[in-house]
């Protein structure tokens, strides 16, 4: 595949890619040229968009680092990305397992109230334990 070539497109006055990139065999620097927006610009190779940049001045790919999405946000030097905190994502984990607890007690509660409306005092007492629970639930995600 000696012939094929890869290219990123980036914004000329930021040097941020795009995040497009450009594989094939066979084009040429003016039919890149001819399919690029205005303020596009190309360089040769497949480059991380999210962690390097064109310097516009030099033309040179170099590192960068975008801005910080939040607070709770940590930059990871190995991986070059935002990495939520170990605290932020405790705390995301725990939300995301008690909405699942929540739509289980919801969904498995159906049968329960059939029966509750039958008069089934067992039902019923199941009934009033879900709900403890899903108002427990709701509490902790508010």
């Known amino acids: 595949m000696s012939n094929y070539r890869a290219v990123s497109i980036y914004d000329k006055a930021t040097g941020l890619f795009t995040g497009r990139t450009v594989g094939g065999v066979g084009f040429s620097d ?3 040229d001819a399919h690029l927006g205005d303020g596009e610009g190309w360089v040769d190779g497949k480059h991380d968009h999210l962690s390097r940049k064109v310097d516009v001045a ?14 709770e946000h940590e930059w990871n030097g190995d991986a070059k990305r935002w990495r939520l905190s170990a605290a932020a994502q405790t705390k995301t984990d725990s939300i995301a397992a008690a909405k699942a607890r929540y739509a289980a007690l919801i969904e498995a509660q159906h049968d329960d109230v059939r ?23 709701r509490g902790s995600n508010e």
Not at 58 to 71: A, C, E, K, L
Not at 122 to 127: D, P, S, T
Request: glycine residues 4%; proline residues 8%; hydrophobic residues 40%.
């Open 58 to 71: 030099t033309g040179q790919i170099v590192d960068h680092r975008p801005p910080q999405p939040s607070t």
């Open 115 to 137: 029966r509750a409306l039958l008069g089934d005092q067992e039902a019923i007492a199941r009934l009033k334990t879900i709900e403890a629970e899903v108002q427990t639930l």
């Open 30 to 32: 003016e039919l890149l």
